[in-house]
């Protein structure tokens, strides 16, 4: 299933993690659990932490370098994700978007 592209409407915003860098949208209060329940990453770029399959595809061809490796042993989908740290970077190309084999992942425009 990929990513709820409606989350900024139907998930809560929890405050801002990794050192107030990124937020993440939960679908309840309750929900964001790691490593088992995770969320959607970014406001710009927005990443489904628990489709993702962390194969790195959004790493490889992102040319801005938005994206780090977060490790997350014992979650289902995979143990290390990309996280969009670096979002305000984000150019808007979609390679990342286009090339997520799992559709993990949406751009907003900023």
Do not use: Q
Not at 35 to 51: H, M, N, Q, R, W
Not at 83 to 89: A, L
Request: aromatic content about 10%; hydrophobic content about 35%; proline content about 8%.
């Amino acid at each position: 299933m990929p990513i709820n592209e409606n989350f900024k409407e139907e998930y809560i915003k929890l405050d801002e993690k990794y050192e107030g860098k990124i937020s993440i949208w939960v679908p309840s209060e309750d929900y964001y659990n790691p490593p088992e329940k995770l969320g959607i990453f970014g406001d710009v770029v927005a990443v489904d932490e628990d489709i993702c399959i962390g194969d790195g595809a959004c790493i490889d061809v992102c040319p801005e370098n938005v994206y780090d490796w977060a490790e997350f042993p014992g979650h289902p989908a995979s143990d290390k994700k990309a996280v969009p740290m670096r979002e305000e970077d984000c150019i808007e190309c979609l390679a990342c978007e286009d090339d997520c084999p799992v559709t993990a992942i949406k751009i907003f425009s900023a």
